[in-house]
């Protein structure tokens, strides 16, 4: 990929948590770094957020839980996107996730999980990375 | 390890740099007389309980009575839930907030797939009548102060249905009724039809002004919890964004009321917004003081109200979750008790206090123990409570409080102009506000700018900072409900369930009263999912809000 291509994400809220202060600064954060970024919001259907990141090409899916239900959400989504044919694309997870549950997420295939108090800027650079692939 | 010299010095000789308040109003480093203007102390101080009421709601403050001490608790099933109730109380918490998960919030069932991993995670899962009975088994209904948190208003009447069961007078049951659809879209997008459908009020928002209205006409002992504060906290708004937003919102509840031949005195002396206590000591102690008195003002001037009891704001307050970071856990119980002074100098009639886990998980019996303590030294030892509104009269405190007034009513002002609270709720111009604020913040901790010990400033490698005990609601206990709940549904005698949710439905869709109704389908043993569903489908929306379920009939 070039460096004048546009990483292209999708940031979402699935579920019935409604917490949405951190996806939108995540969302603000990743366009200012010069990412295309679809935002759509909370409480989403699998299905939709699977079809919009087919429809846009998407390279990452960055995912938002404060209120729990992110284990069987997150397989659910995962086994979605496979279904899809799109397992290529990168997951990342953010929000109120439990340390033992962080090795579960990633053992799924999350590729990077972001507690509280993470830095806005190292967020976006790992998503940097994981779209560009190993440098 | 080694000691840098040049930072010791740093440190020895470092000034404190903030020179504004957290919502930005601008700080000098001392205040006098000269700062203070015209202010009048017997016009706009007065005494505690004398109009403007800047000084407390009541003439002896808390040697009249002590603020309560409320819990916010909600966790795995009703019978697990009632043991962690009955240990607060006994621990000393005399108010209690009884939260629901996520699916008595959406309306969903507990089998459907979007149901998946929420049950009794967020709150104690509520799905029926039953499960209320179940969570306050033996708790005395007219003494403990409970206030339902659920986004209808399922689980209040749930509980006056719990209450009337058990023998009760109604009219003496205590209750802080928590009026979600006046608020919930502020903070809930995808939820809007607790409030909204088709650009006007929904049935389940018309359920919710029709329950408001039963409790001003039969049941004095309970009050409206009408807007939250904190949630609008929570969202980024400032100390002046919701302090207007406080009033916005019971300006329009007040005109919703007067619709129904509802008096401002009558409906205004039952109603109790929730404020936030956040980082700034002096701003939040500020913020009660100017509210309460810019509260009096405007239903004074605007509303022509003259009740004593209506002019006397009762707030109750919460030191945000959002206070407590995940880094060096611990230092939350500071911070927390440093927030919660605030609001006992503030003068405030309830408090909650976040516990020091609240970004792990939902808090442990332990960590709720502490934020009970914590309550209890305010109470007891610090000598907080003794003296009412003891920074009153306080060059510094007066002119935050005079300009606090000043901004929150020209926001007021500019609200009503544009419409008023609902209307700016519906367009989801409350919404841009705060999420426009919360940007800003969030900048201001990425740069450093806003430091959070822990965070961006004293922060430990991730190794070395242990996460304390978590909770997490016993698998086995939820297994068992989830068993018993369907063997519940599955087996009702469903002619009587079906048709409850048909009157229930029909009178939503000729506007009537929705109480009654409502009820009656419960008490026939209607799931929550039901009633919901039911009111969902007379605004023509889905039947489900994850549109997995048709209505079974």
Known sequence: ????????????????????????????????????????????????????????????????????GHLPLVRRFLGALQEQGLGRVRVVVGGTIPPQDIPKLKEMGVSGVFLPGAKLSEIASFVREIARGPS | MSVDKERVRQQYMEAAADSATDSGLPLKSVYTQDDLGEMDVSRDLGLPGEFPYTRGHHPKMYRGKL?????????STPKEYNRRLRMEIAEGAGALTYHVDELADYGLEPDQPSAEGMIGVTGVTSNRLGDVEAALEGLPLDTVS??????????????????????????????????????????YRSLTEVTFANGRISSLGKWGLDYCEYILQHLPKVNI??????????????????????????????????????????????????????QDFFENIAKVRALRRLWARTLAEDFGCTDRHALALRVHANVVGSLCTRQQPLVNLSRVSIAALSGVLAGVGGLQLACYDEAFATPTEEAVKLAIRTQQVLRYESGAARVA?????????????????????????????????????????????????????????????????????FAEPPEQDTPPPIFSPGGNEVDRYFQQYLSFRDGRDIAPVKEALEALGDAAQKGARLVEPAGLALEAGATFAEVVGTLRMADGLDYDWAGERKAPW
């Open chain 1, 1 to 68: 990929m070039s460096e004048d291509t546009r990483i292209k994400v999708i940031t979402a809220k699935i579920g019935t948590d409604d917490h949405y202060r951190g996806i939108t600064a995540v969302t603000q954060t990743l366009r200012d770094a010069g990412m295309e970024v679809v935002f759509l919001g909370s409480g989403q259907r699998i299905d939709s957020v699977v079809a919009t990141a087919a429809q846009e090409d998407a390279e990452v899916i960055g995912l938002s839980f404060l209120c729990g």
């Open chain 2, 67 to 75: 603020w309560n001490i409320r819990q916010i608790t909600g966790l």
């Open chain 2, 146 to 187: 409970l206030c339902p948190a659920c986004t209808s208003p399922l689980l209040s009447q749930s509980i006056l249905l719990t209450a009337k069961r058990r023998g009760y007078d109604i009219s003496q049951i205590r209750l802080v009724h928590g009026a979600f659809v006046m608020w919930l879209p502020m903070c």
């Open chain 2, 225 to 278: 919890w009408y807007f939250d504060g904190a949630s609008a906290h929570e969202g980024g708004g400032s100390a002046i964004q919701e302090m207007a937003f406080i009033l916005a919102c019971r300006n329009d509840l007040l005109r919703q009321m007067a619709e129904r031949g509802l008096d401002p005195a009558t409906v205004a002396r039952s109603l109790s917004p929730t404020v936030a206590l956040g």
């Open chain 2, 389 to 457: 509104d003891p920074l009153g009269g306080s060059f510094f405190m007066e002119q935050l409080t005079n300009q606090l007034e000043e901004e929150a009513q020209a926001l007021l002002a500019d609200m009503e102009e544009r419409g008023g609270w609902l209307k700016l709720l519906e367009n989801g111009w409350v919404h841009d506000v705060m999420r426009k604020r919360s940007w800003e913040v969030q900048q201001e901790i990425e740069t450093g700018q806003r430091v959070v010990v822990g965070v961006n400033r």
